[in-house]
T-cell receptor
Framework: NAGVTQTPKFRILKIGQSMTLQCTQD?????MYWYRQDPGMGLKLIYY???????DKGEVPNGYNVSRSTTEDFPLRLELAAPSQTSVYFC?????????????FGNGTRLTVT | GQQVMQIPQYQHVQEGEDFTTYCNSS?????IQWYKQRPGGHPVFLIQ?????EVKKQKRLTFQFGEAKKNSSLHITATQTTDVGTYFC??????????????FGQGTILTVHP
């Protein structure tokens, strides 16, 4: 049981480039989330999804897009990378909403934009 | 919006000393979750508290949820080097739609000196 898998683990982008951070889970969880983690700032919610075909903005959605075509996959798209998007990105999933069930996190993607 | 403040930001202890981190919310919470993140790792769920005044123990770790459901604490008795990491609290706002609204504190970074 792999849990939540994120790829790539590391990436360096030039300003203005685009990329997709991949996230897949094999636990059949309906809820999936994207967080970014900056030093001393905790985790900030970027986007979340409550099921296939349904996505919604979190606290810091600007500069990102998501899609949820299947239960398993929840990719995060950066269209025009900016230095402010340098961060560690975590994908997470849960079987029910976060008020009643814990989040299972992937190993993270460390992104640097220069 | 909802804010979850966590103190202290850093804590250095000698092995065997006790450690406490505190979490305060600007709003009443429906639940509080605690996560541990080892250096270079991803957050791992420790526990969830739901009831007012609830106290739960996991070996040397004691978790409390305040009577007003606006604050929480994590206490570690006799720290060990394996306790090193960042401890996060995360709460969901009581009332309204709760899914996707788990707000993380900034985390407390614990260093244990052998």
């Amino acid at each position: 049981n792999a849990g939540v898998t994120q790829t790539p683990k590391f990436r360096i982008l030039k300003i203005g480039q685009s990329m997709t951070l991949q996230c897949t889970q094999d636990m059949n969880h309906n809820y999936m989330y994207w967080y970014r983690q900056d030093p001393g700032m905790g985790l900030k919610l970027i986007y979340y999804s409550v099921g296939a075909g349904i996505t919604d903005k979190g606290e810091v959605p600007n500069g990102y897009n998501v899609s949820r075509s299947t239960t398993e996959d929840f990719p995060l798209r950066l269209e025009l990378a900016a230095p402010s998007q340098t961060s560690v990105y975590f994908c997470a999933s849960s079987p029910r909403d976060s008020a009643t069930s814990p989040l299972h996190f992937g190993n993270g993607t460390r992104l640097t934009v220069t | 919006g909802q804010q979850v403040m966590q103190i202290p930001q850093y804590q250095h202890v000698q092995e065997g000393e006790d450690f406490t981190t505190y979490c305060n919310s600007s709003t009443t919470l429906s639940n509080i979750q605690w996560y541990k993140q080892r250096p270079g790792g991803h957050p791992v769920f420790l526990i969830q508290l739901v009831k007012s005044g609830e106290v739960k123990k996991q070996k040397r770790l004691t978790f409390q949820f305040g009577e007003a459901k606006k604050n929480s604490s994590l206490h570690i008795t006799a720290t060990q080097t394996t306790d090193v990491g960042t401890y996060f609290c995360a709460g969901t706002n009581a009332g309204g739609t709760s899914y996707g609204k788990l707000t993380f504190g900034q985390g407390t970074i614990l260093t244990v000196h052998p």
